[in-house]
Nanobody, 120 residues
Framework: QVQLVESGGGLVTPGNSLTLSCATS????????IAWFRQAPGKEREGLSC????????VYSDTVKGRFTISRDLTKNTVDLLLNNLEPEDTAVYYC?????????????WGQGTQVTVSA
């Protein structure tokens, strides 16, 4: 069973940072690419970043490249997404998901999501 649990969302003011965390299992991290995507009300799902299982290589969408950083901790079985310089447009529910491969933006399983709200 694929289990993905997001945490770390909240309310922040513009320009600040948040770190989201995705808790999963060692098996998932070993065999699956893990991606983060978000969905804002009334908008389509937007892929943000992905980390590959074998070598930890990363992929970013053009929208967040340079502002968001994905990383993994194999001792804690987590994949984190550091969100820097947040803007109101970043307000959305953020999800972590298993990805077919990094760059495919094709998700098989995802968690319940964590809300990020950026507002003054």
């Amino acid at each position: 069973q694929v289990q993905l649990v997001e945490s770390g969302g909240g309310l922040v003011t513009p320009g600040n940072s948040l770190t989201l965390s995705c808790a999963t299992s060692a098996y998932i991290l070993e065999y699956y690419a893990i991606a983060w995507f978000r969905q804002a009300p009334g908008k389509e799902r937007e892929g943000l970043s992905c980390i590959s299982p074998r070598d930890g290589s990363t992929v970013y969408s053009d929208t967040v490249k340079g502002r968001f950083t994905i990383s993994r901790d194999l001792t804690k079985n987590t994949v984190d997404l550091l969100l820097n310089n947040l803007e109101p447009e970043d307000t959305a529910v953020y999800y972590c998901a298993t990805d077919l491969f990094c760059g495919s933006w094709s998700y098989d399983h995802w968690g319940q999501g964590t809300q990020v709200t950026v507002s003054a």
